[in-house]
């Protein structure tokens, strides 16, 4: 009897551990639980499909965001790098170009907007917050003039049809955006957990200073991750174009902010050095649910946002509140 | 006896299951100065914490004039007359020396406007108390850290503290701001203050206090009157072991000219040349502010040199950064550990690793953590680092052992030259011993050491030669046979003004 409730003791201490080390995904099933009991729709393979692909270009913004944020940095920027970004892929491909190049090309542009953020951040001495909202304001811009305000069509090119594919098609039954998503998430595991980079993005994050002195070049870090970041906000912009067949000037617009969300659901600290790629996914897959969640319990839009403000903002404060402990 | 103001009594305080103190009684006399010693780690600040109110006691009663009180928050701690000081002092450099003194409790009108006329009166009557003569209005920052302490310590009065704790208070002043204090603290005994007085510097204990309570690995070890102690007793009763030799140094024939610094000039240093040889260590001395932690910054890359050369085994290096120096085969373990010695977030491993990852990296730089984690435990064990394993979090470790993963993190970049800036401060007698054995080790490996330190006796104890500076300049070169604590004292303060060495400083 004795042996038995220590045993039941023990079990119920291990669950605690559980929930304090991974609060990101006791939110998550939380989250889950609450909505299958709300709405029989929700466990459904078909809405599940759904979440996963909303949520891929938050995934891949935020995964490239998770690196900016662990140096204790930020990119304001990717928003706007996936409209200009998405824009010129529209150009191109409906111009009749090969599907290849047009990738690689924008993925390229969207390397050197980072590029620029990284120059201006580690060279130019700019607070990344301020770099990062003038190249966004510059960009969004640019954009605007670029395509004069209206969608570019991405249709009528040779290769129209395979481009949609990114965006729109299946593969195994799955959306291929979701593969893209999955692939940026282990490559950046990757990058975090076993490159030399990756130990040094950790590093700079959780005290510059010692990492420069530890004769670690933290410049070139800083322009590793703001180039990450702006390839990943590319990608994005590629994914979102073709899926819906245009560039709109103003997509993309406030995606910095969710991606920023995802990130910190995600328990990545904001003054860096502490944070992880799987908490951010755990994150995007929050946010994911419940803009899902939203829709099918058509909250109208505009509670929307008032609800996913409350969401986050108590999803943060458990936290906060965790590790003040 | 005297009254005891403060009494705690079978102190216990675990942190998530650990237990940092142990049944600990410690008393304040009224009156009195109370030495409070023990190594890194002992529970001195822990015990301090639990006084003002930072953290709470697991068990035990804190009893103050023989009424049992318990501290809830600092507030508490500081409405029952007591202050601390603290090592790193609490002052906002940008605000005047009055605001810092009233912080949060300034007087106001009515309206909330803030009186400044009887703020910078009322400061001025607290500064010359001290004897310290400052106009309130200047900025703090502007004030050198002696006098700054003093302005600590007005705030503290000020705030009618009945009970002063000063943690290591003279760690970062001149020998004649360590005067000043003292006899300030004199004076505070005299008017009826009683002193909890937290130092590494025994001397110091010997020259001040009356009484000495000694914590070792979270227990008390004896509260005892200073007249029934010396040195040795004391270090005894620190580290449980009889320190036989302070300074175990090697004697050991130098080899050639390793390292050729000419003329080396930048915003520091002027005109700085020396030779350092192989298998020597060159001491570095000077008072604050003299120029030698820019001298070492400016070898390693961190600052700009304006003219001169860095001549390493007849070559002339280009060094523009960390990497230039670390990559010629010159590390800097630094004086400041926390702002820039190591990460205290990251663990053991990932902190020795940190400045030669390039080693442990395949082609695509992957990291082999199984190569780390061989030379994490190689350190580990060689250097005796106290860990729980390698994936302990710096943050976690003592002074002294956060000291040796730093050591550690240099050794791992294969240095030929290592300059240790202040290899011991903020380290305790036991850590330090061993720090001074691993220091002769590397010297016996054939390493060239330039030894920064503002302890003669370190200097004295360890070094081959001995290089004396004063802003920024050379003041002289000497070898250790002739060198003294006065010799070095006078080059320290600028040959030309050594008479009245006294008024300079």
Same mark, same amino acid.
């Given at each position: 009897?004795?042996?038995?409730?220590?045993?039941?003791?023990?079990?119920?201490?291990?669950?605690?551990?559980?929930?304090?080390?991974?609060?990101?995904?006791?939110?998550?099933?939380?989250?889950?639980?609450?909505?299958?009991?709300?709405?029989?729709?929700?466990?459904?393979?078909?809405?599940?499909?759904?979440?996963?692909?909303?949520?891929?270009?938050?995934?891949?913004?935020?995964? &490239?965001?998770?690196?900016?944020?662990?140096?204790?940095?930020?990119?304001?920027?990717?928003?706007?790098?996936?409209?200009?970004? =998405?824009?010129?892929?529209?150009?191109?491909?409906?111009?009749?170009?090969?599907?290849?190049?047009?990738?690689?090309?924008?993925?390229?542009? &969207?390397?050197?907007?980072?590029?620029?953020?990284?120059?201006?951040?580690?060279?130019?001495?700019?607070?990344?917050?301020?770099?990062?909202?003038?190249?966004?304001?510059?960009?969004?811009?640019?954009?605007?003039?670029?395509?004069? =305000?209206?969608?570019?069509?991405?249709?009528?090119?040779?290769?129209?049809?395979?481009?949609?594919?990114? =965006?729109?098609?299946?593969?195994?039954?799955?959306?291929?955006?979701?593969?893209?998503?999955?692939? $940026?998430?282990?490559?950046?595991?990757? $990058?975090?957990?076993?490159?030399?980079?990756?130990?040094?993005?950790?590093?700079?994050?959780?005290?510059?200073?010692?990492?420069?002195?530890?004769?670690?070049?933290?410049?070139?870090?800083?322009?590793?991750?703001?180039?990450?970041?702006?390839?990943?906000?590319?990608?994005?912009?590629?994914?979102?174009?073709?899926?819906?067949?245009?560039?709109?000037?103003?997509?993309?617009?406030?995606?910095?902010?969710?991606?920023?969300?995802?990130?910190?659901?995600?328990?990545?600290?904001?003054?860096?050095?502490?944070?992880?790629?799987?908490?951010?996914?755990?994150?995007?897959?929050?946010?994911?649910?419940?803009?899902?969640?939203?829709?099918?319990?058509?909250?109208?839009?505009?509670?929307?946002?008032?609800?996913?403000?409350?969401?986050?903002?108590?999803?943060?404060?458990?936290?906060?509140?965790?590790?003040?402990? | 006896?005297?009254?005891?103001?403060?009494?705690?009594?079978?102190?216990?305080?675990?942190?998530?299951?650990?237990?940092?103190?142990?049944?600990?009684?410690?008393?304040?006399?009224?009156?009195?100065?109370?030495?409070?010693?023990?190594?890194?780690?002992?529970?001195?600040?822990?015990?301090?914490? *639990?006084?003002?109110?930072?953290?709470?006691?697991?068990?035990?009663?804190?009893?103050?004039?023989?009424?049992?009180?318990?501290?809830?928050?600092?507030?508490?701690?500081?409405?029952?007359? *007591?202050?601390?000081?603290?090592?790193?002092?609490?002052?906002?450099?940008?605000?005047?020396?009055?605001?810092?003194?009233? @912080?949060?409790?300034?007087?106001?009108?009515?309206?909330?406007?803030?009186?400044?006329?009887?703020?910078?009166?009322?400061?001025?009557?607290?500064?010359?108390?001290?004897?310290?003569?400052?106009?309130?209005?200047?900025?703090?920052?502007?004030?050198?850290?002696?006098?700054?302490?003093?302005?600590?310590?007005?705030?503290?009065?000020?705030?009618?503290?009945?009970?002063?704790?000063?943690?290591?208070?003279?760690?970062? @002043?001149?020998?004649?701001?360590?005067?000043?204090?003292?006899?300030?603290?004199?004076?505070?005994?005299?008017?009826?203050?009683?002193?909890?007085?937290?130092?590494?510097?025994?001397?110091?204990?010997?020259?001040?206090?009356?009484?000495?309570?000694?914590?070792?690995?979270?227990?008390?070890?004896?509260?005892?009157?200073?007249?029934?102690?010396?040195?040795?007793?004391?270090?005894?009763?620190?580290?449980?072991?009889?320190?036989?030799?302070?300074?175990?140094?090697?004697?050991?024939?130098?080899?050639?000219?390793?390292?050729?610094?000419?003329?080396?000039?930048?915003?520091?240093?002027?005109?700085?040349?020396?030779?350092?040889?192989?298998?020597?260590?060159?001491?570095?001395?000077?008072?604050?502010?003299?120029?030698?932690?820019?001298?070492?910054?400016?070898?390693?890359?961190?600052?700009?040199?304006?003219?001169?050369?860095?001549?390493?085994?007849?070559?002339?290096?280009?060094?523009?950064?960390?990497?230039?120096?670390?990559?010629?085969?010159?590390?800097?373990?630094?004086?400041?550990?926390?702002?820039?010695?190591?990460?205290?977030?990251?663990?053991?491993?990932?902190?020795?690793?940190?400045?030669?990852?390039?080693?442990?990296?395949?082609?695509?730089?992957?990291?082999?953590?199984?190569?780390?984690?061989?030379?994490?435990?190689?350190?580990?064990?060689?250097?005796?680092?106290?860990?729980?394993?390698?994936?302990?979090?710096?943050?976690?470790?003592?002074?002294?052992?956060?000291?040796?993963?730093?050591?550690?993190?240099?050794?791992?970049?294969?240095?030929?030259?290592?300059?240790?800036?202040?290899?011991?401060?903020?380290?305790?007698?036991?850590?330090?011993?061993? *720090?001074?054995? @691993?220091?002769?080790?590397?010297?016996?490996?054939?390493?060239?050491?330039?030894? *920064?330190?503002?302890?003669?006796?370190?200097? @004295?104890?360890?070094?081959?030669?001995?290089?004396?500076?004063?802003?920024?300049?050379?003041?002289?070169?000497?070898?250790?046979?002739?060198?003294?604590?006065?010799?070095?004292?006078?080059?320290?303060?600028?040959?030309?003004?050594?008479?009245?060495?006294?008024?300079?400083?």
């Amino acid at each position: 009897m004795c042996a038995k409730m220590q045993k039941i003791s023990f079990d119920a201490n291990s669950v605690k551990r559980v929930v304090k080390q991974q609060r990101p995904l006791v939110v998550l099933i939380i989250l889950s639980v609450v909505m299958s009991v709300l709405n029989n729709r929700f466990w459904t393979v078909d809405n599940i499909l759904t979440v996963l692909r909303q949520s891929s270009i938050n995934g891949v913004i935020a995964a &490239g965001m998770t690196f900016a944020i662990l140096i204790g940095g930020i990119d304001l920027s990717v928003g706007s790098v996936l409209a200009i970004c =998405g824009a010129i892929a529209a150009t191109l491909i409906s111009s009749g170009m090969h599907v290849v190049p047009v990738i690689l090309i924008t993925l390229l542009l &969207g390397l050197m907007v980072g590029l620029v953020n990284g120059l201006l951040i580690s060279k130019g001495r700019l607070q990344p917050f301020i770099a990062t909202l003038g190249t966004m304001s510059l960009l969004r811009g640019f954009t605007l003039v670029y395509t004069n =305000g209206k969608p570019i069509s991405s249709r009528g090119g040779v290769w129209s049809e395979a481009f949609s594919q990114i =965006g729109t098609g299946y593969f195994l039954k799955l959306p291929v955006p979701v593969y893209i998503m999955l692939f $940026v998430f282990l490559v950046a595991y990757y $990058v975090l957990r076993h490159l030399r980079i990756g130990r040094y993005i950790y590093a700079l994050g959780s005290n510059e200073e010692a990492t420069m002195y530890s004769a670690i070049k933290t410049d070139r870090v800083k322009i590793f991750v703001y180039c990450a970041s702006g390839i990943l906000a590319a990608l994005a912009g590629i994914i979102l174009t073709s899926r819906l067949g245009s560039a709109q000037p103003t997509a993309g617009a406030g995606y910095e902010m969710d991606a920023i969300a995802a990130v910190v659901l995600g328990g990545t600290s904001m003054a860096g050095g502490i944070g992880t790629i799987s908490g951010t996914a755990i994150g995007v897959l929050i946010i994911g649910i419940l803009n899902n969640a939203l829709n099918l319990l058509q909250v109208p839009s505009y509670y929307q946002d008032v609800a996913k403000g409350a969401v986050i903002l108590i999803a943060v404060l458990l936290d906060r509140k965790q590790k003040s402990r | 006896m005297p009254e005891k103001i403060i009494s705690m009594k079978n102190i216990c305080k675990d942190f998530s299951g650990v237990q940092v103190l142990k049944n600990v009684d410690f008393n304040i006399y009224d009156g009195k100065i109370m030495a409070l010693l023990g190594e890194n780690g002992a529970g001195k600040s822990t015990l301090m914490k *639990i006084l003002t109110g930072v953290y709470t006691k697991t068990s035990g009663e804190i009893y103050l004039n023989g009424k049992e009180v318990n501290f809830r928050s600092t507030k508490d701690s500081q409405d029952s007359g *007591i202050a601390i000081i603290h090592q790193e002092l609490n002052l906002i450099r940008h605000l005047s020396i009055g605001e810092n003194i009233f @912080l949060g409790r300034e007087p106001v009108t009515r309206t909330g406007r803030i009186k400044w006329k009887q703020l910078y009166e009322e400061s001025k009557v607290w500064l010359e108390k001290l004897g310290l003569d400052e106009d309130p209005r200047e900025l703090v920052g502007n004030i050198s850290v002696g006098k700054q302490q003093l302005v600590e310590i007005a705030k503290a009065l000020s705030l009618n503290a009945k009970v002063i704790i000063m943690d290591e208070p003279t760690g970062a @002043l001149t020998v004649s701001e360590t005067e000043r204090l003292f006899s300030v603290i004199r004076e505070l005994k005299a008017q009826g203050h009683s002193i909890v007085y937290i130092s590494h510097r025994l001397k110091e204990i010997f020259e001040i206090c009356d009484d000495v309570t000694v914590l070792r690995d979270g227990e008390l070890i004896g509260e005892k009157s200073i007249d029934e102690l010396d040195e040795d007793k004391i270090i005894e009763m620190m580290v449980g072991r009889k320190l036989n030799e302070q300074y175990p140094r090697i004697v050991s024939q130098p080899g050639d000219v390793l390292l050729e610094v000419k003329d080396l000039t930048n915003r520091y240093v002027q005109n700085v040349s020396f030779k350092l040889r192989q298998g020597e260590i060159l001491g570095v001395a000077g008072l604050m502010g003299a120029g030698r932690t820019e001298l070492a910054r400016t070898i390693y890359g961190i600052y700009k040199k304006d003219s001169g050369e860095i001549v390493l085994e007849n070559r002339s290096l280009r060094i523009h950064h960390p990497t230039d120096a670390l990559k010629n085969g010159i590390a800097y373990v630094s004086e400041d550990r926390k702002a820039n010695g190591i990460h205290l977030g990251l663990s053991v491993r990932e902190n020795i690793t940190m400045a030669s990852l390039g080693s442990y990296c395949g082609k695509i730089g992957n990291i082999s953590k199984s190569e780390e984690e061989k030379s994490a435990n190689h350190y580990i064990k060689s250097m005796h680092i106290k860990v729980s394993g390698t994936r302990q979090l710096l943050k976690h470790l003592s002074g002294g052992n956060q000291q040796k993963v730093s050591l550690a993190k240099n050794l791992d970049a294969k240095p030929k030259v290592l300059i240790l800036d202040e290899p011991t401060r903020g380290v305790d007698v036991g850590a330090k011993k061993e *720090i001074y054995e @691993l220091i002769n080790q590397f010297k016996q490996q054939g390493m060239s050491i330039i030894m *920064i330190s503002s302890e003669i006796p370190e200097i @004295l104890g360890m070094s081959d030669r001995i290089m004396v500076m004063h802003e920024g300049r050379v003041t002289g070169i000497i070898d250790r046979e002739t060198a003294t604590q006065e010799k070095i004292m006078s080059l320290a303060v600028g040959k030309d003004v050594c008479q009245n060495a006294e008024n300079i400083i």
